[in-house]
């Protein structure tokens, strides 16, 4: 089992920034690729960004490239998702998750084991 906590969320004005952060227990941390998903009041799910295990390569959604960063701090069992020139339509809960480091499809939600509690960002116009 990995649990996986996150934090940093809250309320911010559109074009502003907010760091979340994702820490992980349980099991080996660098085992496992890491994801950060979002979801809006009445929508699907949707990925944002994902890592791989080692950091070395990163992915980004097509929305969020430009604007938003995801990392990880393996010795901290820690991954991140710095956001910039957050909009308002990015309202919604922010979700990281974890998938075993064999995977190479970081996209769609089905393909992580392990998910956080979440945690809500919200982004005034």
């Known amino acids: 089992q990995v649990q996986l906590v996150e934090s940093g969320g809250g309320l911010v004005q559109a074009g502003g920034s907010l760091r979340l952060s994702c820490a992980a227990s349980?099991?080996?941390?660098?085992?496992?690729?890491m994801g950060w998903f979002r979801q809006a009041p009445g929508k699907e799910r949707e990925f944002v960004a994902g890592?791989?295990?080692?950091?070395?390569?990163?992915y980004l959604a097509d929305s969020v490239k430009g604007r938003f960063t995801i990392s990880r701090d393996n010795a901290k069992n820690t991954v991140y998702l710095q956001m910039n020139s957050l909009k308002p339509e990015e309202t919604a809960v922010y979700y990281c998750?974890?998938?075993?480091?064999?995977?190479?499809?970081?996209?769609?939600?089905?393909?992580?084991?392990?998910w956080g509690q979440g945690t809500q960002v919200t982004v005034s116009s």
């Open positions: 349980g099991r080996t941390f660098s085992n496992y690729n």
């Open positions: 890592i791989s295990w080692s950091g070395r390569a990163t």
């Open positions: 998750a974890a998938q075993r480091r064999s995977y190479i499809d970081y996209e769609p939600y089905s393909q992580y084991d392990y």
